[in-house]
């Protein structure tokens, strides 16, 4: 069978291309998409001899998908550690599986575990450092909430982190103590960095390599076919993306890499190195800075202070003054840039800094962009509009208890939190991102979120009556939306002759789909440079 070859036809096919937005019919030619229309047999030709043929008999098939914000690492990761999210009620779910989790492994070792969520657990907090010695007293233990902004380990974790009763709080972040001033395990933000720093030996460059790929082969079975990682802090990542995208022989999904402006500012600077560098498989992104926390943590940054916590309006992550002074040195040498914001104060800065840049050197289609831009207000959603920057919100709304939004900001203000209509009203761009592993990358979760308005903790809730929007503003986001975030709409994210050929085919006709069953949806096969890297069982493709 010839190599990136491949028709599919009598489909239902959304191009998310104006000039012809449905077809029944794709082919793919030497992985670049050759035929887009109505005519199957033309379809076949234009693919090619010995062309796989894909009868679709009807069901969906999309442009690639394209997750515009997640962490490939990490979430490679969580997939190999102790389970943390599922079905998880109270401290001792935790501490059952942290128990278990220690009698397989060697003492001494790590016990890693991801995806907790205050909220959700029944005492309101994670296990503290002594129950969690209680079952686990010879293993280090690390566990992450789904933010991964707050973590909790035990007495070994922190004495292999270096925290003591006489540990100062580093800046930007927390170690929490009793009333006696002893450590209670429980690490907030820039404090759980000691914490990471200690468990990584335990990462292999094989190990690291393994995840990498698991998470690859996940994205995929999701019809996910492009990502952005949005957090690339050092070499030794930078080596493993390049080496998992020189193998050919496995399937793949391509990379756009957002570099950590600590790790990358300087070096970028000397080496002349801009956004778009790289390749279709393997391409240089935006500059990343963290300006402020979250909303679970009560340390994302906002004018007005939280409801439940009165004086307290969240923190910088660092000073602003730096900050500013590093978007433009950015800005000047030819980087897009991506700034995590989630409160409105944070959001505020960052077009301010953008528009500084602005005004010093004219670049009218940067695209810079803001990370989650979470807690929005009406005069900022109409600065996001006038002043070309793209907000990414995350499905944050997916991954974060609605009720605990109220009790932080008040129902006025959460109004305004990632109003997808309100957003696109303005022909704002939005492209949809799952922040995984924060949340999962599943698409059927993030178009019932989005379409919905909804949330998993309470499924019954309309959250934002005026900001659904329909299916088709959705799967645009999820497509057109993400590649022009990542300046690369003339090459993918929409179906026509001339783009690469990724394509998502759906187990079933979407446009039939009740939106409240959108999650129940999956991916039957994903295509990508017209190779089958994903397929479901009981799809058969022939010649
Ligand atoms: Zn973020
Ligand atoms: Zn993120």
């Known amino acids: 069978m010839a190599q990136g070859n491949h028709a599919l036809i009598n489909g239902n096919v959304f191009t998310a291309d104006d000039a012809q937005p449905s077809a029944t019919a794709v082919a793919i030619h030497n992985g670049i998409i050759v035929y887009v229309g109505n005519d199957d047999k033309a379809a076949r030709e234009a693919a090619g001899q010995d062309s796989e043929v894909t009868d679709l008999a009807g069901r969906s098939a999309t442009p690639g998908l394209i997750d515009a914000h997640c962490h490939p690492l990490p979430y490679g990761d969580s997939l190999a550690n102790i389970d943390l999210q599922t079905g998880v009620q109270s401290v001792q779910d935790i501490l059952d599986r942290v128990r278990e989790a220690a009698t397989k492994t060697p003492p001494g070792q ?37 933010s991964g902004h707050e973590a909790a380990t035990n007495s070994l974790g922190l004495k292999l982190g270096g925290y003591t009763r006489d540990t100062l709080d580093p800046e930007g972040g927390l170690i929490e103590r009793d009333e ?43 019809g996910i076919t492009s990502v952005g990682e ?20 496995t399937p793949r999904v391509r990379f756009n890499l957002m570099l950590a402006h600590r790790f990358a ?55 602003t ?31 301010d800094a953008y528009r500084d840049a602005q005004r010093q050197l004219s670049r009218p289609d940067i695209r810079h962009r803001i990370e989650h831009a979470s ?13 070309n920057v793209i907000p990414v919100p995350g499905g944050r709304f997916a991954s974060n208890d609605y009720p605990v939004l109220i009790e932080r900001f008040g129902a006025e203000r959460v109004r305004w939190y990632q109003p997808w209509n309100s957003l696109l009203e303005r022909n704002i761009p939005v492209p949809v991102s799952s922040d995984a592993p924060v949340q999962s990358p599943d698409p059927a979760r993030n178009l019932w979120a989005i ?73 039957d096969m994903t295509i990508v440079a017209g190779e089958v890297a994903f397929r479901s069982d009981g799809v058969n493709g022939s010649h």
Not at 375 to 387: F, I, S
Request: proline share 4%.
């Open 180 to 222: 006696q001033g002893e450590l209670t395990g429980v690490l907030i933000e820039n404090a759980t960095h000691a914490l990471g720093d200690a468990a990584t030996p335990d990462v292999t460059p094989e190990r690291a390599e393994a995840n990498l790929r698991r998470a690859v082969e996940s994205f995929l079975s999701f």
């Open 451 to 523: 379409v919905n308005s909804r949330s998993e903790f309470d499924r019954d809730h309309i959250m934002q009556p005026e900001e659904r929007i329909n299916l088709e503003e959705t799967l645009l986001a999820y497509t057109r939306n993400g590649a022009y975030a990542s300046h690369e709409e003339h090459r993918k994210g929409t179906l026509k002759p001339g783009l690469l050929g990724d394509v998502t085919v759906f187990n079933t006709d979407l446009a039939a789909v009740d939106p409240l069953d959108l999650d129940q949806v999956r991916a």
């Open 230 to 249: 949005a957090h690339l802090t050092n070499s030794d990542a930078l080596r493993l993306y390049q080496k998992v995208q020189s193998n050919k022989s």
């Open 321 to 351: 003054d730096e900050f500013r002074e590093r978007i433009i040195r950015a800005h000047l040498a030819g980087w897009q840039c991506a700034v995590h914001a989630i409160g409105d104060a944070a959001i505020e800065l960052t077009l």
């Open 375 to 387: 807690l929005l207000r009406p005069d900022l959603v109409d600065r996001l509009a006038h002043e």
């Open 265 to 319: 500012l300087e070096a970028i600077e000397t080496l002349g190195i801009e956004t778009g560098f790289g390749s279709e498989w393997l391409r240089v992104g935006p500059m990343k800075f963290f300006l402020d926390g979250t909303e679970g943590q009560r340390t994302a940054r906002i004018s007005q202070p939280y409801q439940d916590d009165a004086g307290n309006t969240g923190m910088w992550m660092f000073s």
């Open 110 to 146: 790590w016990l890693a575990g991801w995806g907790y969520y205050t909220q959700t657990i029944r005492e309101g907090r994670p296990p503290n450092r002594r129950e969690l010695d209680s079952v686990a007293p010879d293993h280090p233990v690390a566990l992450t909430q789904r």
